[in-house]
């Protein structure tokens, strides 16, 4: 079965891209519809070509399983730190391989529990529940880090200021344990000084 690759672009590039990336199941879409289809199943590729495509993309509303692809020249673009960012120029070879190392790190596994999308798995009994597109990005960050800062994700991921007394990360890290519990899972995330970890 090919994995599902959702492509933002413009027409152009897309229909470049169809020519020789064969084989993945490839759903071609607009710039322009990135709002209306948060945060579809399978991995997502954004290809930014001008300044003017930049304006057409909320990146503060992405998660990690998006992949932007950059070819324009300045560094002064904003990016969400939970998405991943490649600048062209690539090779048609290198732009494959980064596309195939993104899709399988997508694989979200970490002991008995399971990421599908917005779906939290226990591989163990099949229990599941649902994230939300915060707890997910928390989650992610934390099973692919192991042990992270309150305050990364609090500016990178929740999009907190530092100097801001909130207590936002706290509400969500309670709903994600509450539902790693629910699912019966042996993985706890624990706190230490002002440190996340994700232990069993």
């Known amino acids: 079965m090919k994995s599902k690759l959702n492509i933002f672009s413009n027409k152009s590039i897309r229909n470049f891209l169809g020519n020789f990336l064969l084989k993945y199941d490839l759903f071609l879409m607009d710039l322009e519809d990135i709002e209306n289809s948060l945060h579809p199943q399978g991995a997502n590729i954004i290809i930014i070509n001008d300044n003017k495509e930049v304006s057409l993309v909320n990146f503060k509303n992405l998660n990690s399983t998006y992949l932007v692809i950059s070819c324009i020249k300045n560094n002064n673009l904003f990016f ?3 998405i991943q960012l490649l600048r062209c120029p690539l090779s048609i070879i290198n732009f494959e391989n980064s596309i195939e190392n993104f899709i399988q790190n997508l694989q979200f596994d970490f002991h008995d529990l399971s990421i599908d999308n917005e779906k939290l798995i226990n591989l163990k009994n099949n229990l ?3 994230l939300t597109k ?3 990005d928390i989650l992610i960050h934390l099973i692919r880090e192991k042990e992270t800062s309150k305050n990364f994700i609090k ?3 929740l999009n907190i200021k530092s100097n801001m007394e909130t207590n936002s990360l706290e509400s969500h890290l ?3 344990r ?3 519990s629910k699912i019966n899972t042996k993985v706890k995330i624990k706190t230490k000084n002002e440190k996340l970890i994700i232990t069993v």
Do not use: G, P
């Open 155 to 157: 500016e990178y991921i």
């Open 178 to 180: 509450r539902k790693m």
């Open 128 to 130: 599941f529940c649902y």
């Open 80 to 82: 969400n730190k939970a």
């Open 134 to 136: 915060a707890e997910l």
């Open 174 to 176: 309670t709903r994600i």
